[in-house]
């Protein structure tokens, strides 16, 4: 029969309670894993069995007990880690939210707004439907894989102990939050560039034949024109898609090696 000691039973807690905060973190800040529409239970029970997977794989772990003021140290460092981590993807997927704002503000639809299930905020339908794509191109190139394969190299970069990421590191990912600003002007770029030059062609037609009426005419006109634009724009999204996820992967990884 196993007999186990009081401190080898902790160790044994501790090997799993600390890489489990780490992931869970992860899986709850993270888009698609972490999307509102996935109950809290599936979640957990993810973190559950990807941390048993990686206990038997993991660097040793620090001899610290659960239950003091270090453990708890340790307990929060592999929390803010998991949650950078998380952060830095959902400011990927909210670069196409802003893009989608400024496309459907362009183009009349501003008003058409639609409950995220990624956030549970309502976002203009534009918005939405460009979350759904690059979620769909997100599993198509295996990000999730990619995702879990990087939460696995975590804890080898940056091994669970007292030493966590320092102010540097954070400010790293501060930084970062005016990458969805940039990314998202670049992808709404050219779409909102041609319904300017519409709005600007609208105006020069009022001025020149101020009997029509430019809003019945008009607001139809920029809604098809402005979903054409979109069907100009859709080709490029994949690529500049993988171009923000490799920048994602390689800040999480600059992260967890400095």
């Not at 981590?85 to 400011?91: A, T, V």
């Not at 005016?178 to 770029?189: E, I, K, N, Q």
């Not at 994602?248 to 967890?256: C, D, E, P």
Request: hydrophobic letters at 60%.
């Amino acid at each position: 029969m196993l007999q186990l000691t009081g401190k080898e039973l902790m160790q044994l807690v501790a090997s799993f309670i600390w890489p489990f905060l780490r992931v869970s973190a992860l899986f709850f800040s993270a888009p698609v894993f972490g999307t509102r529409g996935l109950p809290v239970r599936a979640r957990l029970l993810m973190a559950a069995v990807v941390t048993a997977v990686l206990v038997p794989v993991l660097p040793p772990l620090p001899d610290v007990k659960v239950f003091s003021g270090e453990g708890v140290l340790v307990a929060v460092h592999q929390l803010l880690a998991g949650v950078a981590m998380g952060f830095i993807l959902q400011l990927v997927f909210a670069v196409f939210v802003v893009a989608g704002q400024g496309i459907a503000m362009g183009m009349g639809l501003g008003f058409a707004s639609v409950v995220d299930p990624q956030n549970g905020v309502q976002v203009p339908v534009v918005s939405q439907a460009f979350v759904i794509l690059v979620t769909l191109i997100f599993l198509a190139l295996n990000g999730h894989l990619l995702l879990i394969q990087l939460l696995a190299d975590s804890f080898r970069l940056l091994p669970v102990g007292l030493a966590g990421m320092g102010p540097e590191q954070w400010w790293k990912v501060a930084a970062w939050g005016s990458y969805m600003f940039a990314g998202g002007l670049l992808v709404a770029l050219p779409a909102v560039t041609g319904l300017l030059l519409v709005n600007i062609a609208f105006g020069v037609t009022a001025r020149a034949a101020p009997q029509l009426n430019i809003f019945a005419v008009g607001f139809p006109l920029m809604i098809l024109g402005g979903f054409l634009l979109i069907l100009l724009v859709l080709p490029g999204l994949g690529d500049q898609f993988g171009r923000m996820m490799l920048d994602a992967f390689s800040l999480m990884r600059n992260l967890l090696v400095s």
